[in-house]
Structures are given as C-alpha cells and as structure tokens.
C-alpha cells in the first residue's frame, strides 16, 4: 500500500560520517526513503510527490532525452548503466527514450529506442528492474516521429505527415498520411504500450512537439482534408484515437502522460489561446494524467535552441509558461527547459508552477544531484553550463556526451566516484587548464599528494580566454568548480610559474602530467604568414579589430565566430571564409544559433568552399589571393587585417624534457588505457617518474576530449 503523500516525510540524510564512496554503500538510496529512519525535511525538492497510485520520492526527474546509446535499437547495458546510475544518486523518476519509435516509417534518425520490437520488452525490463532496486520510477516517452526525420534510415521507408512540406532540419519530404496510415500508426502506439506494460514500466509519455501527433495539432503543418484535418476538434481527434486505443490496452490505471507544446511560437502555428484549449482538452479527456509542458517548435535549429536554450541564453525561459498550463489545468505538471541550478528548481517547485521538475542536462554534468541535496553538498555539484555539446553531437549523429563530465555515457568503464588509490603518490600537474585542473581532481580524490604548477595568474586555459564572450560565461564554471574540488583536496598551486624539466625534477614526483595546452598556428599560407594575426589576439583585446576584416577559419571551432562577432560588433565589415563545404563544423548546430543571429544582424559575410593562399601587403592595405580545392583560382582582395584560425601547436618542451628522466619515456600503453588498467611501461630502467601528456599540448582537440584524457588516465594511478 503507497504511503498518503500529506503524511510521507521527504529524506534528510544524516551526518556524513564515512569518506567512503556513496556507490560503495551498504545502504542504498532507495532505503533513505524510508519514513522510519529519516525525519522530515522542509526542502520543496524533497518532498514525495503522488502521481496517480505511484508515489515519487521526491520533485526532481530527468525527461525523455534520446543520449543515442541503443545496440541494434535496444536499450542495452550502456543505455541501462546511464540510467541506473541516475537511479542510484535519488532521482525521481528517470524518462527513458527522447523518444522512442513506435512505427517502422519512423526511422531511428537519433538511434532511437525501437519500441516496435518485441525484443525490446526483456531489455526494457531489465532497465526498469534496475532502478526500481534504487526507488525510482521509469517511464519511457513513445512517438512516430513523422516529418522529423528521414527516408534513408531504417527500413528506408517515406517518411509520413500531415502535408508534404519537408522539416528543414532533417529534409525529408514527407508523403502525406492516408487513411490506412493513421489506423496502422494508432495500432502501433497501442502495441508499443501494451510492450512497455509488460516490461514493468510505471507509464508512458507521448511526444507531441515537432513529431507526428502535434503535425496534426498544427494548421501550418496539417493539410489534411476530412476527419483529420481542419477544426481543431479534427486536428486532435488523431491523438484522441491514441489515447484510446492505448488504453484499450492498458487499461485505466496505468499511466499515460503527453509532453506536448502549448505555443509553437512560430507564425500560423498552435497560438497560446490554442494550446491553452488543447491543454484543458487533455486534462478533461480524462485519458491524460500528466501534462509535461512545452514552448516552441523544433523544426528549424533557431526554433530548437528556444526551445532548449543553449549557455548565454535565459534560464528557465518557459518556466512561468508551464505554471499557467498548471493553473489552467489543475493537472499535474512537469517541466524541463533550461533548469540548471537547484535554486531555479526548488523555486519552480515552491512557488506551484511545477509539481515535477526536469533537470536533465544538468544531470548529465551531475548524476548524484539529488544525493548531494539529501546529503547537504549543494556546493559540491558539477554544474551544467550549458554548453549543449550533449544535444549538438546528437544532431550529428553522434553520442551525447557532457562537455565536463567524461564519465556521463561511460558509466561502465568511468567513474563519476573516483575510487582511492593502494598507495599514495606524488603527482605534478604541469598547467591549469581544463585538462590539467581534472587530472589534479582525480589525483587529488584518489588520496595522491597533488602540485600543479601553473605559467599565468590564474587557472582555466583556453577557458579563461573563451570565457570573455558574454555569452560564454558560463563555461568558467568548468574551471571554479574543479578549483573548489582541489581547494577541498588540498592541492597545492603554485601560479606564475614558468616550470622548466629541473623544477618538476626538484619535487621529486612519482608522476609527472604534462598538461601545458597549445598555441594558435597562424603559419598555414604560401607566404604572408608574418602580416595575419589569430583569433586569440582579438578575443583576448591584444589586437584591435580593423575595418575590413578577413576571418579565415579553417578549425571550425567556436574561436573563429567569436573573434568574427568582436570584430562585427565593433562595426567592421567581416567575411568568415572557410575552405569547409560548411562553416564552424564543431561549433554544430544549436550553438550556432546565437552566432548566426548576431552576426547575420551585422555587416558580415559568409563564404564556403574558398581557402586563403597567401597575403602581401599593399601601402596600408592587405592583399588577399584566394584559391579553392577545386581549382586554382588566384583571385585577389582587399582587406586591412586578416585573421586565422587553424588549431593549436602542443606546447610540449618541457614534456620532450622531462621524457629522459621519466621511467616510461612518456610513452602510453593504449591497451592498458583503454581497459582501465594502470600503466606500466618500463622504458627506461633509470626513470624515477611516470610522465604523461594530456589535452592540447598532445594535439589540437577540444575541452570534452582534454578532460577525458585526465580522467581515464589518472582514474587508475
């Protein structure tokens, strides 16, 4: 019998008595829950939340997100370990799938759960069991993706909809639904419940922004004649016929929710006094025992990033929104929109806009949020800064990993605890970047006396330098919240020291971890290379931006549109060229967003497929030749400052000095890195270190892959 929700006390942990790991536990989180050994606690986060029968332990829940991690369209044991260790640290409710496909013609377009499948069942259960055993709720998010995706995946099967126009973002041009259609799809979402009943789920949620059900919602969309289409008693009645047959087959009590959009906030699109009706048209169906509510459309990148502000745009943009869907309604709520501090969620739940609310990035940078609040840690809880490297990798077809935390995505080889180490040590980190910072975090968590020696005033890297824009903020969190760890660790940081091999020899380390970063490369052109400056000049203010300004991008990181909009900004004409088929690949799709909308509102210029030869210098002028990888072009053009970006150089001297007096001559074993054993090379009989390189001052990558290289390799010293 489930506890009365007025009556349940929500968990305070007590005294944190043990350094042992929270994984490493006797107790598990699921036990902290209980009413008799936990008084009650006044925390808004904390308190028990009754949903239908199903009692939450507390407010906090990630929502459906598709992290890309299927085998074959199964749920397998990377997926099940991500969510399981969400479960474990005392989240809620953990929604599986961002969004999980019901139909063959939905293709798999993000590696989506196939919920078509029968197999499907045994792995979904073994998810749901898993985190049962740690107290939390699953459910899982169903969908038919409609327009949003594309033809050549899958079964290679047209993609279906409402209307023929194509969705930008993925390009499909859809056929348009007929009868049959509509009756098969509807019977796939009642098989695909009935399979997630019977995998032991707590409920389901149906998608119903920018995938098929709302492409009926929306007159911009829905060209449907007939029953289907027109009124908006017609463009709902396919959802409707959803609903019913799904509880057709699980019947009443099971529990059925819809994430859905109430304001497309686009131009002929769901108005908010449309999705207001829509949403008491749910609430009163009486089928719907949850409304998950959404603002904005997905089908273009500039729409999708509203709707998921990326760092340097609003928190919790939505957040008001949602509450009046709540207050309208009386149903209950849940949210996620950019909600990625405590305080923000705690006042969404206190103040009654929210009854659930979604922190799904920022649990991606911290699984053990909840853990941390039970255990009165707030501070110790790796922020989610925004970065959306998680969501725009998907987009790519990739994995969704964290920008700052390597181990999200990998919990079975990676450790968001780190383990204590046999034996202490003595590590010296060379440089206090992002990669450097991590290695003496690891070093420091797994009991080893840690020095880090460090060239500037201040800590961060290349951090510090991006950190200048604005709207980047926020990726100095990286860096302040690594120097607490290390603060709380008693790590030693000796600044503005230019370390030389002798200096690190003379504190006698047993390893050595050389994490000293690059510097740009400017020396990329037949001749002229002494008349450009680099990207970092301009966004550090060393050199001021010209009038007619030449951006020639050839990394397609996010330092070439930074310096491209200080220099717009200031009122220069600048054209971006690249030799790329696109411009500013790695910055990717959402991040681009804001870039494109200062930028494009500026005097600037964007040309692809053209690549910078060589300049001279004419008077006061700059002379530009431009070529192409597709034929010799010699055009000449006039500019009074050019400016590249192509990467960095590793500055690694102090590495290739140190290599004769380590004992493993710098040298790796990949074997032993990869399979999470500890090094062991023995190069050099002599050697009284192990010395290592990490991040840029190995080569040109980003700060996911520096940071990566910190916690893999040092995890098992």
């Given at each position: 019998?489930?506890?009365?929700?007025?009556?349940?006390?929500a968990?305070?942990?007590?005294?944190?008595?043990?350094?042992?790991?929270?994984?490493?536990?006797?107790?598990?989180?699921?036990?902290?829950?209980?009413?008799?050994?936990?008084?009650?606690?006044?925390d808004?986060?904390?308190q028990?939340?009754?949903?239908?029968?199903?009692t939450?332990r507390?407010?906090i829940?990630?929502?459906?997100?598709?992290?890309?991690?299927?085998?074959?369209?199964?749920?397998?044991?990377?997926?099940?370990?991500?969510?399981?260790?969400?479960?474990?640290?005392?989240?809620?409710?953990?929604?599986?799938?961002?969004?999980?496909?019901?139909s063959?013609?939905?293709?798999?377009?993000?590696?989506?759960?196939l919920a078509?499948?029968?197999?499907?069942?045994?792995?979904?259960?073994?998810l749901?069991?898993?985190?049962?055993?740690?107290?939390?709720?699953v459910?899982i998010?169903?969908?038919?993706l409609?327009r949003?995706?594309?033809?050549?995946?899958?079964?290679?099967?047209?993609?279906?909809s409402?209307?023929?126009?194509?969705?930008?973002?993925?390009?499909?041009?859809?056929?348009?639904?007929?009868?049959?259609?509509?009756?098969r799809?509807?019977?796939?979402?009642?098989?695909?419940?009935?399979?997630m009943q019977?995998a032991?789920?707590?409920?389901i949620?149906?998608?119903a922004?920018?995938?098929l059900?709302?492409?009926?919602?929306?007159?911009?969309v829905?060209?449907?004649d007939?029953?289907?289409?027109?009124?908006?008693?017609?463009?709902?009645?396919?959802?409707?016929?959803?609903?019913?047959?799904?509880r057709?087959?699980?019947?009443?009590?099971?529990i059925?929710?819809?994430?859905?959009t109430?304001?497309?906030?686009a131009?002929?699109?769901i108005?908010?006094?449309?999705?207001?009706?829509i949403?008491?048209?749910?609430?009163?169906?009486?089928?719907?025992?949850?409304?998950n509510?959404?603002?904005?459309?997905?089908?273009?990148?500039?729409?999708?990033?509203?709707?998921?502000?990326?760092?340097?745009?609003?928190?919790?943009?939505?957040?008001?929104?949602?509450?009046?869907?709540?207050a309208?309604?009386?149903?209950?709520?849940?949210?996620?929109?950019?909600?990625?501090?405590?305080?923000?969620?705690?006042?969404?739940?206190?103040?009654?806009?929210l009854?659930?609310?979604?922190?799904?990035r920022?649990h991606?940078?911290?699984?053990?949020?909840?853990?941390?609040?039970?255990?009165?840690?707030?501070?110790?809880?790796?922020?989610?800064?925004?970065?959306?490297?998680?969501?725009?990798?998907?987009?790519?077809?990739?994995?969704?990993?964290?920008?700052h935390?390597a181990?999200?995505?990998?919990?079975?080889?990676?450790?968001h605890?780190?383990?204590a180490a046999?034996?202490?040590?003595?590590?010296?980190?060379?440089?206090?970047?992002?990669?450097g910072?991590?290695?003496?975090r690891?070093?420091?968590?797994?009991g080893?006396?840690?020095?880090?020696?460090?060239?500037a005033?201040?800590?961060g890297?290349?951090i510090?330098?991006t950190?200048q824009?604005?709207?980047?903020?926020?990726?100095?969190?990286?860096?302040?919240?690594?120097m607490?760890?290390?603060?709380?660790?008693?790590?030693?940081?000796r600044?503005?020291?230019?370390?030389?091999?002798?200096?690190?020899?003379?504190?006698?380390?047993?390893?050595?971890?050389v994490?000293?970063?690059?510097?740009?490369d400017t020396?990329?052109l037949?001749?002229?290379?002494?008349?450009?400056?680099s990207?970092?000049?301009?966004?550090?203010g060393?050199?001021?931006?010209g009038?007619?300004?030449?951006?020639?991008?050839d990394?397609g990181d996010?330092?070439?549109?930074?310096?491209?909009?200080?220099?717009?900004r200031?009122g220069?004409?600048?054209?971006?060229?690249?030799?790329?088929?696109?411009?500013?690949?790695?910055?990717m799709?959402?991040?681009?967003?804001p870039?494109?909308?200062?930028?494009?509102?500026?005097?600037?210029?964007?040309?692809?497929?053209?690549?910078?030869?060589?300049?001279?210098r004419?008077g006061?002028?700059?002379?530009?030749?431009?070529d192409?990888?597709y034929?010799?072009?010699g055009?000449?053009?006039?500019?009074?400052q050019?400016?590249?970006?192509h990467?960095?150089?590793?500055?690694?001297?102090?590495?290739h000095?140190?290599?004769?007096?380590?004992?493993?001559?710098?040298?790796?074993?990949?074997?032993?890195?990869?399979?999470?054993?500890?090094?062991?090379?023995?190069?050099?009989?002599?050697?009284?270190?192990?010395?290592?390189?990490?991040?840029?001052?190995?080569?040109?990558?980003?700060?996911?892959?520096?940071?990566?290289?910190?916690?893999?390799?040092?995890?098992?010293?």
């Open positions: 019998m489930k506890p009365d929700v007025a009556k349940t006390p968990v305070v942990v007590t005294e944190h008595d043990t350094g042992v790991e929270f994984r490493d536990k006797s107790v598990e989180i699921a036990a902290m829950w209980s009413e008799e050994s936990r008084p009650m606690s006044t808004p986060l904390l028990p939340y009754q949903l239908k029968h199903l939450l507390n407010r829940m990630t929502t459906s997100h598709e992290p890309a991690y299927p085998e074959d369209g199964m749920p397998k044991d990377r997926y099940r370990a991500y969510h399981v260790e969400r479960a474990r640290a005392g989240v809620a409710l953990t929604m599986t799938a961002g969004s999980a496909a019901v063959r013609d939905s293709p798999p377009v993000f590696n989506n759960v078509y499948r029968d197999e499907v069942v045994p792995w979904m259960k073994k749901t069991d898993e985190c049962h055993d740690h107290g939390c709720a459910m998010q169903l969908t038919h409609g949003r995706t594309h033809w050549n995946k899958g079964d290679w099967l047209p993609a279906v409402t209307g023929h126009e194509r969705e930008r973002a993925h390009r499909a041009f859809p056929k348009k639904v007929e009868d049959w259609d509509i009756a799809i509807i019977t796939d979402y009642a098989d695909a419940a009935e399979r019977a032991g789920l707590d409920g949620e149906l998608q922004y920018g995938h059900m709302d492409q009926f919602w929306s007159e911009r829905n060209t449907l007939g029953a289907y289409g027109g009124s908006l008693d017609n463009r709902l009645r396919f959802t409707f016929d959803v609903l019913d047959a799904i057709g087959r699980v019947g009443p009590d099971f059925v929710g819809i994430r859905y109430a304001d497309e906030a131009e002929g699109g108005s908010v006094a449309e999705g207001l009706e949403s008491r048209r749910l609430a009163g169906s009486g089928q719907v025992d949850f409304l509510v959404i603002r904005g459309h997905i089908d273009t990148d500039p729409g999708l990033t509203d709707v998921i502000p990326v760092q340097g745009m609003k928190n919790a943009p939505h957040l008001d929104f949602a509450g009046t869907i709540r309208e309604t009386g149903m209950p709520t849940f949210h996620a929109a950019k909600i990625p501090d405590v305080a923000t969620a705690r006042h969404a739940v206190a103040s009654g806009l009854d659930m609310v979604g922190m799904t920022a991606m940078a911290d699984p053990h949020i909840v853990r941390k609040i039970i255990e009165k840690r707030e501070d110790d809880i790796r922020p989610c800064v925004g970065a959306t490297y998680c969501l725009d990798r998907i987009y790519q077809a990739g994995d969704a990993l964290c920008i935390n181990a999200t995505g990998r919990e079975l080889s990676m450790p605890d780190i383990p046999e034996a202490r040590r003595k590590v010296v980190v060379v440089g206090a970047g992002p990669g910072l991590e290695a003496a690891v070093a420091a968590a797994r080893h006396e840690v020095v880090v020696l460090e060239a005033p201040d800590p890297g290349q510090r330098l950190a824009s604005p709207r980047r903020r926020e990726m100095m969190s990286i860096i302040d919240w690594r607490s760890q290390c603060a709380a660790r008693d790590v030693e940081f600044f503005n020291t230019w370390a030389e091999a002798a200096d690190v020899e003379a504190l006698s380390p047993d390893v050595v971890i994490a000293t970063g690059g510097l740009p020396d990329v037949k001749e002229g290379n002494d008349l450009v400056v990207t970092w000049d301009i966004i550090s060393d050199v001021k931006p009038s007619r300004v030449l951006v020639y991008d990394a996010h330092a070439g549109l930074q310096a491209a909009e200080i220099i717009a200031s220069a004409h600048v054209e971006i060229m690249t030799p790329d088929r696109s411009f500013a690949p790695d910055v799709a959402m991040n681009l967003v870039y494109m909308r200062t930028l494009q509102a500026l005097d600037t210029r964007f040309t692809v497929t053209y690549k910078l030869s060589s300049v001279r004419e006061n002028r700059l002379m530009a030749v431009i192409s990888d034929a010799d072009l055009q000449e053009r006039e500019f009074d050019i400016v590249v970006n990467g960095t150089l590793p500055m690694d001297e102090i590495y000095a140190l290599r004769p007096g380590s004992s493993n001559d710098g040298a790796v074993d990949q074997d032993a890195l990869i399979a999470g054993r500890p090094q062991a090379v023995e190069a050099n009989p002599h050697g009284t270190y192990q010395l290592f390189r990490i991040g840029d001052a190995v080569s040109a990558r980003n700060t996911h892959a520096a940071i990566y290289d910190a916690l893999r390799l040092v995890k098992d010293l």
